[in-house]
């Protein structure tokens, strides 16, 4: 059996610290993948709306656009709704629909948005993006997916 990535144990360390300290698991996420800038919003029980719970180079007026994010709108609503990955290659020129008009805004071009899942059960989205057209890969892809179990597992116990 293969050693876990070593961003899993990074990240598994970091969860086990109370309270958890959500800019430290953002910076070591988009460390690991080069992305200046990224977001993790966590499920509010309570209205079933993603909050943002940390972020990073986002300007404030994406900032102010992205506190709460329904479930089903823009990247990281998409994501949480098909509970899959929803990538864009290059937001500046995305026509697909699946970035909404102020995700320009970031400057940011190849972006990726990922579910926390516990099973099926949802815990939030993490979101990381670089500034040039970039296309993340499936093992890439399921690595954010890996450290969102993690999360997942943490908040939903």
Same mark, same amino acid.
């Given at each position: 059996?293969?050693?876990? #990535?070593?961003?899993?144990?990074? *990240?598994?360390?970091?969860?086990? =610290? +109370?309270? $958890?300290?959500?800019?430290?698991?953002?910076?070591?996420?988009?460390? #690991?993948?080069?992305?200046?800038? !990224?977001?993790? #919003?966590?499920?509010?029980?309570?209205?079933?709306? %993603?909050?943002?719970?940390?972020?990073?180079?986002?300007?404030?007026?994406? $900032?102010? =656009?992205? @506190? %709460? *994010?329904?479930?089903?709108?823009?990247?990281? !609503?998409?994501?949480?709704?098909?509970?899959?990955? $929803? @990538? *864009?290659?290059?937001? /500046?020129?995305?026509?697909? &629909? /699946?970035?909404?008009? !102020?995700?320009? %805004?970031? @400057?940011?071009? !190849? +972006?990726?948005?990922?579910?926390?899942?516990?099973?099926?059960?949802?815990? &939030? *989205?993490? &979101?990381?993006?670089k500034p040039v057209p970039y296309e993340f890969t499936a093992d890439e892809q399921q690595l954010l997916m890996d450290v969102g179990a993690l999360v997942a597992k943490k908040q939903l116990g």
């Amino acid at each position: 059996m293969s050693s876990p #990535h070593p961003l899993l144990t990074t *990240v598994r360390e970091l969860l086990a =610290k +109370s309270p $958890v300290s959500w800019p430290t698991v953002l910076e070591r996420v988009l460390a #690991h993948f080069e992305c200046p800038c !990224g977001t993790i #919003h966590l499920i509010d029980p309570k209205d079933g709306v %993603l909050h943002l719970t940390t972020h990073r180079g986002l300007p404030p007026p994406v $900032v102010d =656009k992205v @506190q %709460l *994010v329904p479930i089903g709108k823009g990247m990281a !609503g998409l994501a949480a709704e098909r509970k899959q990955p $929803v @990538q *864009v290659c290059n937001l /500046q020129s995305d026509a697909s &629909g /699946q970035a909404r008009p !102020g995700a320009k %805004l970031t @400057q940011m071009e !190849g +972006s990726l948005a990922a579910p926390m899942l516990a099973g099926e059960r949802l815990a &939030g *989205v993490f &979101g990381i993006a670089k500034p040039v057209p970039y296309e993340f890969t499936a093992d890439e892809q399921q690595l954010l997916m890996d450290v969102g179990a993690l999360v997942a597992k943490k908040q939903l116990g």
